[in-house]
């Protein structure tokens, strides 16, 4: 079974020592308890619970899932967790701004719990403060009450105090200030208490934290993990495959050389050419006797109509024209369903829109442009970690397509704007 856990895992493959602290974990909430052996090594650190190993490469900005049991692994990306949690975070604004503009007599959870909760800022830092109660330090954003950690505890250094709060953020949340003010401290406490609201409240209790020297994690134990169907198997054949590999895949699929622009088969070749930009971001370009006999078809008519409608009305009948042509495109069908997919989105028709994008890929896994919008799809599903591994796919196989710009935009800013992830 594939595990994907909602923040932790990844590994290295240099085979150095590193200096690192290892830390037992006892974390409770709602009354369920969850036991963590932890390493925080210089530049990746690992989380060992009953499910398996989860270890963060930050030099990579690479995860891994370990199967300790099956001695399999999956690897993700770690822009995926903050992505998430910033794209939440949005979502979260726009519905408070909503409720206030309406002003129903609803309790919405406050902003400041919210990034307690998510470990990112909704719109910056607030005026925190502090306040000693017996052997406890309380802290407070804006005047709400979000953690307390103990005042005894274990020194360590600057690297361990980071890689420890970095534990936190994608272990179990905290507030960014609130977190950067620990991290300074350079102690890792006894005890420590995420306040969250409606008995959600987070219970740590950290034992056991030894200096050490830990060997970087290399994957010859283990085998990529290889799902038999279904979207993993798309992101884990291209995940698994070597740059040869690539290669012989991207010369079993070449962009359609045909010039055949009679009737019979027109559809066929302008939807080759069409493949041939989603794979590669080619433009297509027509001889002016093309263009002639484009403009004269019947069924690119058609096919021009239904992947831009004029109307949000019209997008179904586009749907319909679009099943309709695969009888005419007997050798690239499987294109017209990545138009059909992407219409079927913009109908809320998720779960046909995904399948189709299966379909599509399956026939060519090269088509970069179809993993973009799969991506596009899972985010918008909040399948953050799939979204980001159907995003890898595709820019492994499709390096130099522009329609990853936006993507690499996105991680560019969740970089600037939440370092302390990585």
């Known amino acids: 079974m594939r595990l994907i856990f909602s923040a932790l895992m990844v590994l290295a493959m240099t085979p150095q020592v590193q200096a690192a602290v290892t830390l037992h974990v006892s974390s409770t909430q709602q009354d369920r308890t969850s036991q963590m052996d932890v390493t925080l090594a210089d530049s990746y650190l690992s989380v060992d619970t009953a499910k398996g190993r989860l270890v963060y490469d930050f030099a990579a900005r690479r995860r891994y899932a370990i199967n300790t049991a099956t001695k399999e692994y999956a690897e993700y990306s770690l822009f995926d967790t903050v992505g998430f949690r910033v794209v939440e975070m949005h979502n979260r604004d726009v519905l408070r701004g909503a409720v206030a503009a309406i002003k129903v007599d609803t309790v919405l959870t406050t902003k400041q719990v919210q990034e307690?909760?998510?470990?990112?800022?909704?719109?910056?830092?607030?005026?925190a403060e502090e306040k000693t109660e017996g052997e406890q330090r309380v802290f407070y954003v804006d005047g709400v009450k979000l953690a307390a950690w103990s005042t005894a505890g274990v020194k360590v250094s600057a690297t361990d105090a980071a890689q420890f709060t970095r534990f936190m953020r994608y272990a179990r949340g905290g507030h960014p200030q609130l977190l950067e003010r620990l991290a300074k401290g350079g102690v890792?406490?006894?005890?420590?208490t995420l306040f969250l609201n409606e008995g959600?409240?987070?219970k740590l209790v950290f034992t056991q934290v030894q200096n050490t020297k830990s060997p970087a994690y290399d994957l010859k134990s283990y085998q990529r993990e290889i799902s038999k169907d279904g979207v993993d198997a798309l992101f884990d054949r291209i995940a698994a495959a070597t740059p040869q590999q690539l290669d012989a895949l991207r010369a079993e699929h070449p962009c359609d050389a045909s010039e055949d622009f009679s009737d019979a088969q027109i559809l066929d070749t302008m939807l080759g050419k069409m493949e041939c930009m989603l794979s590669t971001g080619r433009q297509v370009t027509l001889t002016t006797e093309q263009k002639q006999a484009a403009a004269t078809s019947s069924s690119l008519s058609l096919l021009f109509a239904a992947i831009n409608p004029g109307k949000d009305g019209q997008m179904a009948d586009g749907v319909k024209t679009l099943v309709a042509l695969r009888q005419q495109a007997p050798r690239k069908a499987y294109v017209l369903k990545v138009f059909e997919a992407n219409n079927r989105l913009r109908l809320k028709q998720a779960k046909e829109a995904k399948s189709l994008f299966i379909e599509a890929l399956?026939?060519?896994?090269?088509?970069?442009g179809a993993y973009k919008d799969l991506g596009d799809l899972l985010l918008m599903q909040y399948d953050s970690a799939r979204a980001w591994r159907s995003w890898d796919a595709g820019r492994r196989v499709s390096p130099a397509l522009p329609n990853f710009e936006a993507v690499n935009k996105f991680e560019?800013?969740?970089?600037?704007?939440?370092?302390?992830?990585?």
Not at 116 to 127: D, M
Not at 362 to 368: I, K, R, T, Y
Not at 412 to 422: I, M, R, Y
């Open 116 to 127: 307690n909760e998510l470990s990112v800022f909704s719109a910056g830092p607030g005026v």
């Open 188 to 192: 890792i406490p006894e005890n420590l």
């Open 200 to 202: 959600r409240d987070i």
């Open 362 to 368: 399956q026939a060519n896994p090269m088509l970069g």
């Open 412 to 422: 560019a800013d969740l970089l600037a704007k939440n370092p302390q992830f990585f």
